[in-house]
């Protein structure tokens, strides 16, 4: 049984999942992925060696208080064992080819390359990393760094604050930004980021992953300035963040913020308004937000 691994599936209310990734992913789990049915159906991955019964019951009381402090529906969660070479492909069944906005293409790197077309390609393996483009927050950055980056301004500098699996950052490459740095407190996110920068052909010096937070970007760049920040996470930490995202930004810095519920924008909003930004729009989908911000 060394080789088996636990497959744990929950059934939950969309609003829950980015707490949901959140939560698996700090227990240990791996290969993380979504479909929709009539809810969401999350699926992830988890040794066998590094988790009891026991571990597991306790795991799925974590994820029920979650929900209750969400005000959401009690999500449903089971697990079974599978064998090792079933859990290595059995979630990326799931995660097809998608379309994000007017320009880019999210492709599994696991499928054969497609026919050229005029979109971007961007490949992506996200392994135990959030960020494939399926979810709402992402598509919402996605499509505003699109936006942000079309009218073909040179020597952007963006920074990726909790970058994941890297998609925000090499989406600002390909679009045009000159340079990301892109940081994460997670080792197994930094090591997906700089496995799909490479799969893109991004160059090492033009897109920087090291693990830490916003404080790390003072330090990677040389106390210089960005021109962008991109931050995906969850509100509670992108308010602890405004802080040190203020100290990093230029005078004419714009910064694309999302993983907010809408009952989360005043207070996010409303901190930002105390460190000299002002929201430019707010973009909504499904029950999240994104903000769009500049500095004032």
């Known amino acids: 049984m060394v080789n088996s691994w636990w497959e744990i599936q929950v059934l939950c209310d969309s609003a829950m999942e980015d707490s949901l990734f959140w939560r698996l992913e700090s227990f240990g789990c791996r290969g993380t992925s979504s479909e ?8 992830a991955y988890l040794p066998q060696v590094q988790a009891e019964l026991l571990d597991l019951a ?25 064998d090792e070479e079933d859990w290595a492909s059995g979630w990326k069944q799931y995660w097809q080819p998608q379309e994000i906005g007017d320009r880019i293409l999210i492709y599994p790197a696991w499928l054969p390359l497609p026919e050229p077309s005029e979109r971007l390609l961007l490949r992506l393996d996200p392994g135990a990393a959030f960020g494939t483009g399926t979810h709402a927050t992402t598509q919402l950055c996605l499509e505003s760094l699109e936006m942000r980056l079309s009218d073909g301004a040179s020597n952007i500098v963006v920074a990726d604050i909790g970058c994941g699996s890297g998609i925000l950052s090499i989406a600002a490459i390909l679009l045009g930004a000159e340079q990301a740095y892109s940081v994460d407190v997670d080792p197994l996110a930094v090591r997906a980021a700089r496995s799909n920068r490479d799969l893109n052909q991004v160059s090492s010096n033009q897109m920087i992953v090291e693990k830490g937070s916003v404080e790390r970007i003072l330090k990677l760049n040389g106390g210089k300035l960005v021109d962008g920040i991109l931050c995906n996470i969850l509100a509670e930490v992108i308010i602890d963040l405004i802080p040190g995202m203020s100290a990093i930004a230029s005078p004419k810095c714009w910064g694309i913020l999302s993983g907010i519920l809408l009952d989360q924008a005043k ?20 029950d999240w937000c994104c903000f769009n911000i500049r500095r004032s």
Do not use: C, F, N
Request: aromatic share 8%; hydrophobic share 55%.
């Open 58 to 82: 306790a795991l799925s009381l974590w994820i029920r208080q979650d929900a209750l402090a969400m005000g959401l529906s009690l999500p449903v969660v089971q697990w079974h064992l599978i």
């Open 267 to 286: 207070p996010i909003a409303d901190t930002l308004e105390q460190h000299g930004w002002i929201v430019a729009t707010l973009w909504k989908r499904q």
């Open 36 to 43: 929709v049915k009539h809810s969401h159906l999350v699926r």
